[in-house]
């Protein structure tokens, strides 16, 4: 089970641009789901978050800048981000609690496989 994101790429500082991360189809529940960053020789970091039928939150680093929502009806999160700076530079993994059904009610956590963001000064 793997989320699949979209969206990344090289934008120059002041640009936006808008990350899409959806879960599978077919699952129980998709619950809390959200964005982490990481830059080259950097631990990973939280981006923001949102809970179904919540508002979501975003970090303080990004606040006024970025914006995290989501579809509930698509199962997918977004995130939202304008003027962006070189510091944004990193690869930005969503992730998302997902319940699968079937038998398994466990709530596990699932990863997307990263998407590149590279912002030039």
């Known amino acids: 089970v793997q989320l699949q994101a979209s969206g990344g790429g090289l934008v120059q500082a002041g640009g936006s641009l808008r990350l899409s991360c959806a879960a599978p189809r077919n699952i129980f529940s998709v619950n809390e789901m959200g964005w982490f960053r990481q830059a080259p020789g950097k631990e990973r970091q939280l981006v923001g978050s949102i809970h179904k039928g919540g508002s979501g939150k975003v970090e303080d680093s990004v606040k006024g800048r970025f914006t995290i929502s989501r579809d509930n009806v698509k199962d997918t999160v977004y995130l939202q981000m304008n003027s962006l700076k070189p510091e944004d530079t990193a690869v930005y993994y969503c992730?998302?609690?997902?319940?699968?059904?079937?038998?398994?009610?466990?709530?596990?956590?699932?990863w997307g496989q990263g998407t590149q963001v590279t912002v030039s000064s």
């Open positions: 992730y998302a609690y997902l319940i699968l059904g079937g038998g398994n009610f466990t709530e596990v956590v699932y």
